[in-house]
């Protein structure tokens, strides 16, 4: 009975649009969500047929096969209204908002993965297990962790190296080696050497924290050349090869932990555009 009456709040939806104010800058995106939803009555989780999931209040439509993932979901909406075309809100479930629209005629969903491997192995596992998406790119800033590598340049992540990760529990004794799918990163390296950008392939680190407080760990990173720390790709890749799925992670350089320079907050959208071009790039190289 209480889903007959959400749905036949639904119908009525676009009379009572007034009520909700609008979330982004495109307000209008949000609004294919339930009327329920809009209004707090019920968790978007809840009111789906099928595979709508805890966290992800899209129908099962509405993921497209390929998402790039950035951590922050306002970098997701900035990305959607910058380079797709008819990007719609998919997903504001714990404001975690995802978007789905086209790239040169291919559909794309951006749907922000939060900090940290723990909340993007939840994004991730439910965009694999429930959306059924086959490509998952990773999008986002790191620091940088050797001379040669400075604020704005892009890191391809061949690697990703964890002191522990959400799979860490189940993986126990095994040091497992998260990697890059080869075809994407073969394909993100080519964009960026045709787009000119500086950048680096090799390993990175996913750390658990962001203020560490272990500086001869960083040496001993440094010391084996990698080249950057963030904090989600080691879970992805280490997701991605369980389930079969095709993995990257394209990273802007944000912050240097050595120099102590960070990027101003005013130069990042330009610097993160090229990341966010080289990914979507990877993910389609027919163009
Ligand atoms: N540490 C962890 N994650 C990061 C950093 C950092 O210095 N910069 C950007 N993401």
């Known amino acids: 009975l209480i889903k007959r009456i959400l749905n036949s709040l639904c119908l009525v939806a676009p009379l009572l649009k007034p009520m909700c104010g609008p979330v982004g800058s495109k307000g209008n995106l949000h609004w294919n969500l339930p009327l329920p939803c809009r209004l707090g009555i019920v968790s978007p989780a809840k009111t789906g047929e099928t595979a709508m999931t805890v966290h992800i209040g899209a129908t099962p439509d509405q993921i497209a096969p390929t998402v790039l993932m950035p951590g922050d979901p306002y970098r997701a909406r900035w990305a959607a209204e910058t380079f797709l075309e008819g990007a719609e809100l998919v997903n504001e479930v714990r404001g975690m908002l995802g978007f789905t629209g086209t790239w040169r005629g291919h559909r794309v969903t951006i749907q922000g993965s939060g900090m940290g491997m723990p909340s993007l192995s939840i994004y991730a596992n439910e965009l694999i297990t429930n959306y059924d998406v086959q490509t998952l790119i990773r999008i986002g800033s790191c620091g940088g962790m050797q001379p040669h590598v400075a604020i704005r340049d892009v890191i391809i992540a061949m690697t990703a190296s964890t002191i522990t990760s959400p799979s860490s529990g189940m993986l126990r004794e095994l040091n497992f080696a998260p990697c890059a799918d080869w075809d994407l990163l073969q394909a993100a390296v080519t964009a960026a050497q045709a787009k000119g950008s500086k950048t680096h392939v090799g390993g990175i680190y996913s750390s658990d924290v962001f203020y560490a407080e272990r500086p001869d760990l ?43 320079e960070a990027l101003p907050a005013q130069d990042r959208e330009r610097s993160f555009g090229d990341m966010v071009e080289i990914a979507l790039e990877a993910a389609f190289p027919e163009g």
Do not use: F, P
């Open 218 to 260: 960083d040496t001993q990173m440094t010391r084996h050349g990698i080249l950057a720390v963030e904090m989600e790709a080691a879970e992805l890749y280490t997701l991605a090869a369980r389930h079969g799925r095709r993995a990257l992670a394209v990273l802007t350089v944000s912050d240097h932990l050595q120099t102590g």
